[in-house]
């Protein structure tokens, strides 16, 4: 006969608690790619590896790609990052 294991619905509320807590202070806005601002020029915390070079990269592609207007690529990120600032405080429901 098998024999169900018990756990206590206390113990695996304070499971998910604890899984939750950790997950939050390890993720979160502007850890895969930038959201609101750069990433910082030293990203070693990062818990999804080195999202920075990955990053660095594409901008570089981005510049690449347009040549002389590469330029572009950076004011539009600029202005990217901006908006995202920007954007959650001018919507009022």
């Given at each position: 006969r098998d024999m169900m294991?018990?756990?206590?619905?206390?113990?695996?509320?304070?499971?998910?608690?604890l899984v939750r807590a950790?997950?939050?202070?390890?993720?979160g806005v502007d850890v895969s790619f930038p959201v609101h601002y750069p990433f910082p020029e030293n990203d070693q915390g990062n818990p999804l590896g080195d999202r920075k070079k990955l990053y660095d990269e594409f901008m570089g592609g981005c510049r690449h790609?347009?040549?002389t207007k590469g330029y572009r690529c950076d004011e539009y990120e600029h202005d990217r990052l901006e908006m995202s600032r920007r954007q959650p405080q001018s919507m009022v429901v």
């Open positions: 294991l018990y756990t206590p619905p206390h113990c695996i509320l304070a499971l998910l608690l950790t997950l939050s202070a390890e993720y790609h347009y040549g």
